[in-house]
């Protein structure tokens, strides 16, 4: 087993050197042949280790490849740690990663640079298993920065584009800020325990769990304050509230970049983190209410934003913060199982939702704006079929196990409850739980009505993809052509849709087609987990076997009971289901029986669409404040401090002086032979003045 897992986390490298170092010379179809052939053997053996783990016994290992730091007390070797975590991510990343492989064959098939693209996905890919199976806090920096250097290179793949490299840069810089707070938290792990080894840090969790620290005057309590810098960190690679907002524009990367970084696996890593550490962070109360928080309003913050964004990508990167909100304030109420297995069955219908998007746009001819869409399902079934699949999954609408039902629907169903499930549960002895599950109930209404209205905008209603002479939307009513003449102008224009990415000489004025096999093959796996992941697993990750699954991977306190069989009210239960099928019916409403509702709705604007649709104004904030004020205190230090103080009293001073005494000194030589002997004869004189005044003393 140690080498079969030693295989599967370096074949994505070795991928990743062969096409991006020899990529030109060995060609285009190599470099994908042999990226995306380790991919799928990666992702073979993933799950031969889950299927292991699940059913075939496996227990707990940790298995050194090599020394990596050792400095005094500081030791840190690279190893593969597998459990019941590491064995749920290892087929989640490596699952999504092998099918967007496959699928960039027919997305990317017109981009000249297919090889440099492959190894960059290979080694986004390698860098999450080293981060998924970390048995240290220094292996997983590692990996957390490399997947932050690989989406950076996916992110800004298109640098000719300005927005692309603008994107990149955002993303690199928004999550260094939450990267240091995850160095500040490893760093007071170390000075606490002295080891950065998970297998020596958790044992020792209790007995200090009530040390504290004393910094500024005050006291803290040293889990809390770990945990929540540490989560800091999670905060930034998730895409949590204050620091979301680089999320939106990363979708400036091509679409599988979109489907296999902020859908499945690298916005994950912080759910993911919180999980692994639940040892440190079951006797850390303080933070785990920040994580509720936090979580919740994340959640409800991406909800209302994705209802009034345009671009098909943008309200699915909206969805994902949102999701990543619900497993957050899952991890927050100690219901570790019911996050993870969230992760689980998001990374399905998500990445399904994103390829999806991705086979409409391709259809489309790169066009984004679904503005430009409607009536597309004829034109493209099997994407509309698998959509409506994702959609289905997301909004999170079924049978709910009261009145003596059994449970029934697809996969996000499942995690959803348990989730609500849960916080409801934790809310007899924590508050915030109760706050988390009133916020959980309203955006599963908020998911229901974007996301359906991302279906019906898209595929039912009449097309609006006709191309006139002007560029604008054609539309087929007199009503929808002045409100779609309104929200032009209201809305930001839509020829921002040119920025998806290259057209590759395709025209817009092109009729919808449907994508070819080798994008549709990765959407139907895909439908497969959307649909029975979540009702397969449930016994799983969150049922009566889970004690038998996780075996010690999650950890929860003595007092922490909320994943345990409670009976709840049937009102509970049922908010979320009635929840999101209000949500359907809206949506339904305005964009499928009162077809232009919607867009009469935003020209109309006001003040709520007008706040959400410009994303809560942090974009605007974080400019006024962040932005500007470091430039303000760049231009103090660079004219102030370093031109003014530091050039102008060193070098530049000196060699002022330096030029103004030899300016005034070359006056005095004329070239006249008399001045110079002028000169000399003052010389003279005060020579012979001063010897005669010594003599006379």
Known sequence: METLVTVLLFAPIVGAIIAGLFGRKIGDVPSMAVTTGLLLLSCALSWTVFVQWTWGGLEPFTHTLLRFIHVGDFQSNWAIRIDGLSAVMLIVVTTVSALVHVYS?????????????????????????????????????????????????????????????????????????????????????????????????????????????????????????????????????????????WLPDAMEGPTPVSALIHAATMVTAGVYMVCLLSPMFEYAPVAKNIVTVVGAVTAL??????????????????????????????????????????????????????????????????????????????????????????????????????????????????????????????????????????????????????????????????????????????????????????????????????????????????????????????????????????????????????????????????????MEHHEAPAWSVLAPIIAALLGLGVAAYMYLFREGLGARLAAHGGPAYTFFYNKWFFDELYQATFVRGAKLLGDLFWKGGDQKIIDGLGPDGVSAVSYEVGRRAGKLQSGYVYHYAFVMLLGVAGILSYALWAWGR
């Open 301 to 562: 913050f991406a909800a209302t934003v994705g209802m009034t964004q345009n671009d098909i990508k943008r309200v699915i990167a909206y969805s994902t913060c949102s999701q990543l909100g619900y497993m957050f304030f899952a991890a927050g109420v100690g219901a570790y199982q019911a996050a993870m297995f969230h992760l689980f069955t998001h990374a399905f219908f998500k990445a399904l939702l994103f390829l999806g998007a991705g086979s409409v746009i391709h259809g489309m001819h790169h066009e984004q704006d679904m503005r430009r869409y409607g009536a597309l399902a004829k034109a493209l079934p099997i994407t509309y079929a698998v959509m409506t699949i994702g959609t289905i999954a997301i909004t999170g609408i079924g049978i709910p196990p009261v009145f003596g039902l059994e449970p029934l629907g697809f996969a996000g169903f499942y995690s959803k409850e348990s989730i609500l499930h849960a916080a409801f549960a934790a809310g007899h002895d924590n508050g915030l739980a109760y706050f988390a599950f009133v916020i959980g109930v309203l955006v599963a209404g908020l998911t229901s009505f974007y996301s359906w209205r991302v279906a019906f905008f898209t595929f039912n209603g009449h097309a609006r993809w006709g191309h006139d002479d002007h560029g604008h939307v054609e539309a087929h009513h007199a009503d929808d052509h002045a409100s779609a003449a309104q929200i032009e102008t209201h809305d930001e224009p839509l020829a921002h849709a040119a920025h998806a990415h290259d057209d590759h000489g395709h025209g817009h004025d092109h009729k919808p087609h449907e994508s070819p096999w080798i994008m549709l093959v990765p959407l139907l796996v895909l439908s497969v987990g959307a649909i029975f992941a979540g009702g397969f697993f449930e016994g799983w990750f969150i049922g009566h076997h889970q004690a038998e699954f996780w075996r010690g991977a999650i950890f929860t306190g003595p007092d922490n009971h909320v």
């Open 105 to 245: 064959w027919g997305y990317m098939a017109d981009d000249p640079h297919k090889p440099r693209f492959f190894a960059y996905l290979s080694l986004f890919t390698f860098a999450m298993l080293a981060l998924v199976t970390a048995a240290d806090f220094m292996q997983l920096f590692l990996g957390w920065e490399g997947v932050g250097l690989a989406s950076y290179l996916l992110i800004g793949f298109w640098f000719q584009k300005d927005t692309a490299n603008a994107a990149a840069i955002k993303a690199f810089v928004v999550n260094r800020v939450g990267d240091f707070g995850f160095a500040l938290g490893i760093m007071t792990v170390f000075w606490a325990f002295g080891t950065i080894e998970f297998a020596e840090i958790f044992p020792q969790v209790a007995a200090n769990a009530d040390r504290t620290w004393e910094f500024a005057g005050q006291n803290w309590r040293l889990m809390d304050l770990a945990c929540a810098l540490l989560f800091v960190g999670a905060m930034g690679k998730s895409a949590q509230f204050f620091l979301h907002t």
